[in-house]
């Protein structure tokens, strides 16, 4: 009976031990994210700049409850790192606003860890930590998770590809929105892009001097305003910057083309939700083209002589299909567009029970 007792209060104690020192882990990477937080809210900027000491106590700390986002940057002689800082900035100020220093979500599967946004520079104390990462060069962003504290270089050069971003000038205008995209894929977090109302009244008051300019042209030139000719063109004008893409360029930034590894030049993006700003005036004037073409075939048909109508028409033929070829390129780079006037291998042929081409 002695014996069965003081094994209860033996196992009792362990539980209680146990319960004792996850709690104790509890409290201490609950005090860390503490100390971030106050870190962050400290000053206007919720941007920590940091050193190896901070580093190595909540970065490589094992285990913490929550991301950091760490921008390896250059003190000296680097234009794009002063860039990239003011965008980067931005960023972690849309983070902070909208609540991303917490952790979010009940449940387990929808709970988010709370994000914080590391600066570190280029200096003595923190070159081993650019040695340990193998980078060399910046700047360059890293979203570092939890299990990036015990990672060693082998599993940190493995997700070199996913986790780190190396800015290069071949990445081309690197705004605030793109850094967001980039931090939120990686976090989980659905932040909003959100303008500074600083842009937002710069924006309504350029609309306004504008307006207050057409206005003011359309009452000196007003019998201009009454020809066709005048609204021909500028329906055309209107019509262009709208295909061309020219308001994505206004929030994406612009960015004329992109050089390729092998030095050739690149002016047509294959990703489907972005394009280079050198891609708008080529749609704009393919759509523009293709419209007069279409215009101008009506026109031949009104010439009398009709050797000079088919050698118009054959000229008229060949740069309406030329144009058409090359709109259609741009289809099949931005998303799965494949006509073919004849079916392939696989259709299936048949009575109208069975033809592929009566099924929906």
């Not at 998770?145 to 205008?173: L, R, Y």
């Not at 690197?174 to 303008?195: C, H, M, P, Q």
């Not at 058409?324 to 931005?334: A, S, V």
């Not at 079916?343 to 299936?348: G, R, T």
């Amino acid at each position: 009976m002695g014996f069965m007792k003081s094994i209860s209060i033996g196992l009792a104690f362990i539980a209680v031990l146990a319960v004792a020192i996850a709690s104790s882990q509890g409290d201490e990477q609950e005090s860390l994210s503490n100390q971030l937080r106050k870190l962050s809210l400290k000053n206007d900027s919720p941007l920590i700049y940091g050193n190896a000491e901070l580093y190595e106590k909540y970065v490589k700390t094992s285990p913490r409850p929550y991301d950091v986002v760490i921008l390896f940057t250059s003190k000296r002689n680097c234009e794009l790192c002063d860039e990239i800082l003011t965008e980067f900035e931005e960023v972690a100020t849309l983070y902070r606003d909208q609540g991303a220093l917490y952790p979010s979500g009940t449940q387990k599967r929808d709970r988010k860890r709370a994000v914080f946004f590391l600066v570190m520079p280029v200096a003595k104390s923190t070159e081993y930590i650019f040695e340990q990462l193998k980078l060399k060069s910046a700047p360059m962003i890293v979203v570092t998770h939890p299990k990036f504290a015990h990672m060693n270089p082998e599993e940190i050069n493995d997700i070199k590809k996913t986790e780190f971003w190396f800015i290069t000038s071949s990445d081309g205008v690197v705004t605030s929105k793109k850094i967001l995209d980039f931090v939120n894929a990686k976090t989980g977090r659905s932040i909003l892009y959100r303008e500074s109302i600083f842009n937002i009244m710069l924006v309504f008051s350029f609309l306004a001097i504008i307006l207050s300019a057409l206005l003011l042209l359309l009452k000196i030139c007003k019998p201009l305003f009454a020809k066709t000719i005048t609204w021909f063109i500028g329906a055309q004008i209107f019509f262009a910057i709208c295909v061309s893409g020219a308001v994505s360029l206004l929030l994406n930034g612009f960015e004329p083309f992109r050089h390729r590894d092998d030095g050739s030049i690149e002016y047509i993006s294959n990703q489907g939700d972005y394009q280079y700003a050198i891609e708008s005036p080529i749609v704009a004037g393919l759509v523009t083209l293709i419209g007069v073409l279409l215009i101008f075939s009506v026109k031949c048909t009104a010439i009398k002589n009709r050797f000079v109508s088919w050698i118009l028409f054959a000229v008229w033929g060949a740069i309406f299909y030329y144009s058409l070829l090359q709109f259609e390129d741009f289809f099949r780079r931005k998303m799965s567009y494949e006509p073919q006037f004849w079916p392939p291998e696989s259709y299936v042929k048949g009575p109208l029970s069975r033809d592929q081409g009566n099924s929906l």
